[in-house]
């Protein structure tokens, strides 16, 4: 089956998939409809939509006879340069191993294969996992497991399979994660996989563009600012790296997506803090009552002068509030109050 043909016409559009079609469209739809979406890719490449890459997407799931779910949250990448946008930013090279969470089709499975990487999908729909399993069959650099990743042992998982993989000084490899996930489990997934640093050196992720500007570049004050946002500066670097309009989905979801890059901390550069548990647990209770004052809070942990106290050390005024709060911040609060 033919995965890449001409460029799509400037004026494709199709309707709605979910809202306005229940029979499964085999052709985009007629051009200039009042009641069509603009198809063609605009901002995160300087590619259009491929029409093979449309019309691929609607061969493989009229193979299997499947309509797109909504509650796996199956927006299928149309654009395959946006694929290879992905594999580029998480620079992957021959010989690396790449866990793809929900492969779908297998449109960003492929780009990876190209590159040489050895995937392993997990793909919670069974029939996806047929198809992308028959699609890659001869490949076997391909594993495709039909798992719900949030609930699946991903760290069994690649430990063996990067146990046979070593690099050149015999040092274990460390794995990435490239992904377009449904944006429903973007949490449990940031949540599972960042600290994993031992096991995995890169997370790449397709994300709701409104949760990728939440969780990288929120700042302090603000309503974004959140317990998350301790998290993932306390396991990685984030970085924002390119918008994807919703006009590259199929069908289209209500919201733009993003791409973003969390670059995963080794345990031996995790901010220094006395138990883990007790900190996130810290930062867990002071942001359940966000308007109020750490002081106040956190008395469960210290007495309110023995937190004014250690506020003031850290630099703070006594009546801080959670949201004023840097990591750094935190951390030493945490290592001051949980001492005394
Ligand atoms: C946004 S689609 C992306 C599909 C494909 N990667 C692409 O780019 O076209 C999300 C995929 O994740 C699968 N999925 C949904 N929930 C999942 C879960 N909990 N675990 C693993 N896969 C899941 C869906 O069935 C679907 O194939």
């Avoid at 007629?30 to 890459?53: R, Y």
């Avoid at 042992?153 to 490899?173: A, F, N, T, W, Y």
């Avoid at 509030?321 to 911040?329: A, I, M, S, Y």
Wanted: hydrophobic content about 40%.
């Amino acid at each position: 089956m033919p995965w890449l043909l001409q460029s799509l016409p400037p004026n494709l559009s199709f309707t709605h998939y979910y809202s306005r079609t229940r029979s499964r469209p085999s052709s985009p739809p007629a051009h200039n409809s009042t009641t069509t979406t603009q198809l063609v890719v605009v901002a995160a490449s300087t590619k259009t939509i491929n029409e093979d890459d449309y019309h691929s997407t609607l061969r493989a799931l009229n193979s299997r006879g499947r309509f797109p779910r909504k509650s796996l949250g199956q927006h299928y990448m149309l654009n395959s340069s946006v694929n290879e946008q992905l594999v580029d930013v998480a620079d992957v090279k021959e010989g690396e191993v790449v866990l793809e969470i929900g492969p779908g089709t297998g449109s960003l499975t492929s780009v990876l294969v190209n590159a040489g990487a050895t995937v392993l999908g997990i793909e919670k729909d069974a029939h996806m996992a047929a198809l992308v399993r028959e699609r890659f069959a001869s490949i076997d650099r391909v594993k495709v497991l039909q798992e719900d990743f949030t609930k699946c042992h991903i760290r069994s998982h690649l430990v063996s399979l990067l146990g046979c993989k070593k690099s050149l000084d015999g040092e274990s490899q460390h794995a990435k994660v490239v992904s377009n996930i449904p944006f429903n489990i973007s949490t449990d997934v940031v949540k599972l996989l960042l600290p994993m640093g031992d096991i995995f050196s890169e997370v790449v992720l397709l994300l709701q563009e409104e949760t990728a500007l939440r969780w990288v570049e929120s700042t302090l004050r603000t309503s974004e600012y959140r317990p998350i946002n301790i998290f993932i500066n306390f396991y990685s670097d984030p970085e924002y790296n390119f918008k994807v309009p919703r006009s590259n989905f199929f069908p289209q979801p209500n919201v733009d997506a993003a791409v973003v890059t969390f670059r995963l901390k080794q345990a031996a550069d995790y901010p220094q803090v006395s138990s883990i548990k007790s900190f996130f647990s810290m930062v867990n209770s002071a942001f359940n009552s966000k308007r109020k004052m750490l002081r106040s809070t956190l008395q469960h942990i210290s007495t309110s002068p023995e937190i004014e106290v250690a506020l003031r050390n850290v630099g703070l005024p006594s009546t801080s509030r959670p949201e004023e709060l840097t990591l750094d911040d935190f951390v030493r609060l945490h290592n001051l109050i949980t001492k005394v």
